[in-house]
């Protein structure tokens, strides 16, 4: 016979000693919380329907004045249109090498747990300091690329890299993707080892070749990986600061910005934080809307 709880009961329930105990514990991380995630946030909101000065202070009341001046400025257009080409095409490279690595490493050879070590390299390594050596590498005077194609005969007269807009345009894009790339293929070689070896010995035996197989099996039973991992990649290149600012610092000629660094720029070289809230907020739009794109995706997928 089933019991009900009363609201007197369920209030009892749900403040026992260890109930107490565990909120006591938890208080120190929500504090933290509060005060350096959530207030700033929240302070940002708030500065997008604001006049500030130059130190950030709240002065007036403007309404959504900043959004329509903002709206207004065909620069803030195109470093948007240039985010979104960059999330794109880097997540879109980092998905299809990365699940070509993935399926190399799951095939068993001699050595092959070393590889697997040596691919997590990049990922383990500090973002900043990567940033910082491939712009040594992409140095048009003693970079060891340019070296590396003179020496060699590939090239005579390499380009200055990171000197024209689209030329360090791609080189930022190599490097994120260089980056970003071994946690895709570690995030696919886990879903491939989570695959029954029975599907794969049934089709071979039922006649499927191989690219049958990846079709039919592989890529279905890898899909809830797939969103995911995308997803996850999706907002991290859409905010990767590190590698454009210290690869090119947004330039040439702001060519190279997209949006969180260009909200760096107005916030704290400009100094204009009305219009860097406005573009926090709807970078923040933008992610949401992608991240509920994904979740509904994600779940529908889930209930078939």
Not at 68 to 79: E, H
Not at 245 to 260: Q, S
Request: proline residues 4%; glycine residues 4%.
């Amino acid at each position: 016979m089933e019991q009900t709880l009363t609201p007197q009961r369920q209030r009892s329930a749900f403040w026992t000693t260890e109930s107490k105990l565990a909120y006591l514990l938890i208080a120190p991380a929500f504090a933290l919380l509060l005060v350096f995630m959530l207030y700033p946030i929240g302070y940002v909101f708030l500065m997008a329907f604001f006049k500030t000065n130059k130190l950030g202070q709240i002065t007036s009341f403007i309404g959504v004045q900043n959004f329509s001046q903002l709206f207004k400025n065909q620069a803030f257009w195109a470093v948007t249109l240039r985010s979104i080409l960059w999330t794109v095409l880097a997540v879109a490279f980092k998905t299809a090498i990365g699940l070509i690595i993935a399926l190399l490493l799951n095939v068993k050879f001699k050595g092959h747990h070393i590889y697997r070590t040596l691919v997590i390299i990049p990922w383990a390594s500090s973002v900043p300091i990567s940033a910082m050596l491939w712009q040594w590498t992409f140095n048009s005077e003693f970079g060891l690329l340019n070296h590396t194609l003179k020496a060699t005969g590939l090239w005579s007269s390499p380009p200055f890299w990171l000197a024209y807009p689209r030329t360090a345009f791609f080189a930022n894009m190599y490097v994120d993707i260089w980056c970003g790339l071994p946690f895709m293929a570690m995030v696919f070689l886990a879903g491939l080892q989570s695959i029954p070896e029975d599907m794969y010995e049934s089709a071979t035996i039922d006649g499927a070749s191989g690219w049958r197989c990846f079709w039919a099996i592989t890529l279905p039973m890898l899909k809830r990986v797939l969103l995911i991992a995308t997803l996850l990649s999706s907002l991290w290149t859409f905010n990767d600061f590190n590698v454009i600012y210290i690869l090119t610092k947004g330039g040439p000629m702001d060519r190279t910005d997209i949006l969180i660094t260009y909200i760096y720029k107005y916030g704290f070289q400009y100094l204009k934080f009305g219009p860097a809230s406005v573009m926090a907020v709807v970078t923040f739009a933008i992610l949401l809307v992608v991240s509920l794109f994904y979740a509904r995706y994600y779940f529908r997928s889930e209930d078939v």
